[in-house]
């Protein structure tokens, strides 16, 4: 019980989010050390203070979870779902309300317009309905229009998982009430944020990377080329999932940004079977690096002792003086200010996790960090 309060608590600490959370963990591999070396790491990197949520806080929130029928599962525990485990900023902890055993089955991503039309609508339910009665779980983000449909669909000859963006608590959109209990009812709602947190604009791309890192696949029915559907495309496609899209009206702006991923080479996709003849039982890997600090379903974490092996205080000075002044605000990689700054992987890894924790500087999927901007 105890550990489980005190992973909520590093996990709701400001400034340690997904990365920060497995560096922390392969760098101490246990989370009361994690959790103690915390503010003297952050000060080292120029936060004056730190603000860790104290058990009373997180077993509140356990509380609260409970008290709906919820529960939590962390990203080191076996039922985590693989294939988000996967992702390499997968969410530390997820709160679910339903059938926890739900995300590890074959599931599909359905996406598209929140002002979609009503054809859009029918072809989302359609296709849901028909890859639910294939035995495949439909994911979705339980927005308005195409996800609402998708959903729809899927419960009427199967199953369902809805990640939302807010806490597990708060129903969004609010028309979407009844929705989201008939899901958690049958299926599954999951979400990242914490208990209570109403859904703000930076949330919902964290929601999108957990609907592509569920799904073997992910289809797009109308998205315009500025969406949050082709943010979820993009995500899904770098994690190695198939991409697609249906096909829509090149008079419909609406369909500008699917039609645009069939012509970058996602499937058209007319009916179910398009979809079932083209997903595999795993996510493909081909050309995408898979060296993740966490080890699934086994012991934790894995160990990489020369990564964080300890540096001189020398060094680390030297290092906090420099790194500071090579990262901008525009991503840049980690392995280009090892070359520019000439200084140990040790050195560079440990001043990179100071500056995390002080808010500084922000470590991004592939290895690249970036400013964190201020005022």
């Known amino acids: 019980m105890n550990d489980a309060l005190d992973r909520l608590r590093l996990i709701r600490t400001e400034g340690v989010g997904p990365l920060t959370y497995r560096r922390l963990m392969s760098r101490f591999g246990d989370v009361a050390q994690a959790l103690a070396a915390l503010p003297e790491l952050a000060r080292a990197g120029g936060r004056a203070a730190t603000k860790i949520p104290s058990r009373g806080d997180v077993e509140r929130e356990l509380i609260q979870l409970r008290k709906i029928g919820g529960t939590f599962i962390y990203v080191d525990t076996p039922d985590y779902p693989e294939f988000l485990a996967d992702m390499a900023d997968a969410p530390p902890v997820l ?129 315009a080329i500025k969406s949050g559907s082709l943010i979820t495309a993009r995500m899904a496609n770098e994690a190695g999932r198939e991409i697609f ?35 595999p039982d795993h996510p493909a890997r081909q050309g995408l690096a898979r060296d993740p600090l966490f080890v699934h379903a086994r012991s934790g974490f894995a160990e990489k002792p020369a990564l964080w092996e300890a540096a001189s205080e020398a060094e680390m000075a030297a290092g906090r003086r420099k790194i500071v002044d090579l990262v901008g605000p525009d991503p840049v990689m980690v392995d280009e200010i090892a070359r520019r700054c000439q200084l140990s992987t040790a050195a560079i890894m440990a001043v990179l996790l100071e500056l995390e924790l002080a808010g500084k500087v922000e470590m991004l999927v592939g290895n690249r960090v970036a400013r964190v901007a201020t005022g």
Do not use: W
Not at 255 to 276: F, P, Y
């Open 95 to 223: 709160a679910v309300l339903g059938d926890v055993k739900l995300l590890s089955t074959r599931c599909v991503g359905v996406v598209g317009a929140r002002n979609a039309s009503a054809n859009g609508m029918r072809m989302a339910e359609q296709l849901a309905a028909d890859l639910a009665q294939q035995k495949l779980t439909v994911v979705s983000g339980l927005a308005r229009g195409i996800d609402a449909a998708a959903h729809k669909g899927a419960m009427s000859t199967g199953r369902t998982i809805a990640a939302i963006a807010g806490g597990i608590d708060i129903p969004y959109p609010p028309e979407n009430e009844k929705l989201q209990a008939q899901i958690a009812e049958t299926g599954c709602v999951v979400a990242e944020a914490p208990f209570g947190t109403a859904p703000i604009a930076k949330h919902f791309p964290k929601r999108n990377r957990v609907i592509a890192g569920l799904s073997l696949g992910l289809v797009v029915i109308e998205a």
């Open 245 to 279: 899209a249906v096909p829509g009206s090149p008079l419909d702006p609406r369909c500008k940004g699917s039609n645009d991923l069939i012509r970058q080479g996602a499937h058209l996709t007319e009916t179910a079977a398009d979809v079932l003849a083209n997903l």
